[in-house]
């Protein structure tokens, strides 16, 4: 306030830089915010993709379980002793 009354060349400089320092603090705190919310849009998109690559790994293991053979019919006429 007093930079703000007194009319000198410092008096305005250090007007200047103060309303500068203003500024870059209310820059900050705005760029804090979206780096605030792009976080918590990242976490939400990690969140879906695990459950997403677990279901994958679920379905690779399912599809790399060997089936077990079914039993072979006898071709041909079959003698019973």
Avoid at 14 to 34: D, G, Q, W
Avoid at 43 to 55: F, L, N, P, Q
């Amino acid at each position: 306030m007093l930079s703000s009354v007194l009319n000198s060349p410092q008096a305005i400089r250090v007007n200047i830089e103060i309303v500068r320092a203003f500024v870059r603090l209310r820059e900050m705190i705005s760029t804090n915010k979206e780096l605030s919310r792009k976080l918590d849009e990242l976490e939400r998109k990690v969140s879906t993709h695990d459950k997403a690559i677990a279901g994958l790994i679920t379905a690779i293991r399912e599809l790399a379980t060997p089936v077990p053979p079914t039993p072979k019919r006898r071709i041909g006429f079959v003698i019973d002793d």
